[in-house]
């Protein structure tokens, strides 16, 4: 019976590897370059893609900053990663995560994203706490915005109540420190002393958690026609 009871344990031991060595990735350090989240998962899973989840707030001055140096790291991405932006979630009647997700259903997120930072941090048109009346009043302002998309994104309670609902989870689930952060594949949260260690370690977690994003897949090269018989 214990020889019985041993074996089984070692096989439940040996069945756990796996989930347990993806803990600590290869040629970095659990600590430094990011932060294991036990029973993380993706914010909005995507087959075939490695999910990079910015939390962030339009209110945040770091944000506000990180924005364009994301942005330009975006297009040096691996092939296989797809970025994800989350509002924070601190406040569960922040505006400005409101705003973001009638934008999202309003298909108006790019187009306004870097707009709304300027807003409020370099022409002050928008206070750091402000309400969804004076968000929206600017926001259906902006090029870019069609303004029945909005209203009808605006109206939906379900979806808005939803979309809420799944970055609070995401946000306590993956023990947010604060803003900007950055969650690779909802399993690493990507730790740095600075905005540039931290894109460089976010670029490293991605590779090191999934190799086959390694190399950008390259088109082949086309064959020469054939010559015609003579």
């Known amino acids: 019976m214990r020889a019985l009871l041993l074996s089984v344990t070692l096989l439940l031991s040996a069945l756990a590897l796996p989930a347990h060595a993806q803990k600590q990735l290869p ?28 939390v962030f707030g339009y209110w945040c001055p770091h944000c506000a900053h990180f924005a364009p140096m994301l942005e330009k790291w975006k297009a040096t991405m691996p092939a296989n990663a797809q970025l994800v932006l989350v509002p924070a979630m601190f406040d569960p009647n922040d505006a400005y995560a409101r705003l973001f997700f009638i934008a999202e259903g309003a298909n108006a997120v790019n187009a306004t994203h870097a707009s709304i930072f300027r807003a409020v941090h370099e022409t002050n048109e928008l206070p750091r706490k402000a ?45 947010i420190p604060g803003t900007p952060s950055l969650v690779i594949a909802g399993k690493y949260l990507v730790l740095g002393n600075s905005f540039e260690s931290m894109l460089d370690n976010a670029r490293r977690v991605i590779l090191a958690a999934a190799p086959a994003a390694k190399a950008k897949p390259k088109p082949a090269a086309a064959k020469p026609a054939a010559k015609p018989r003579t």
């Open 131 to 175: 309400s969804i009346e004076q968000l929206t009043a600017y926001y259906t302002r902006l090029p870019g915005v069609n303004a029945k998309a909005f209203a009808a994104a605006q109206k939906d309670e379900a979806t808005l109540q939803a979309k809420a609902a799944n970055a609070r989870e995401f946000q306590v689930r993956s023990d």
């Open 27 to 54: 040629g970095l350090t659990e600590g430094t370059e990011y932060r294991y989240i036990e029973d993380g998962k993706p914010y909005r899973a995507v087959p075939g893609k490695i999910e990079v989840a910015e």
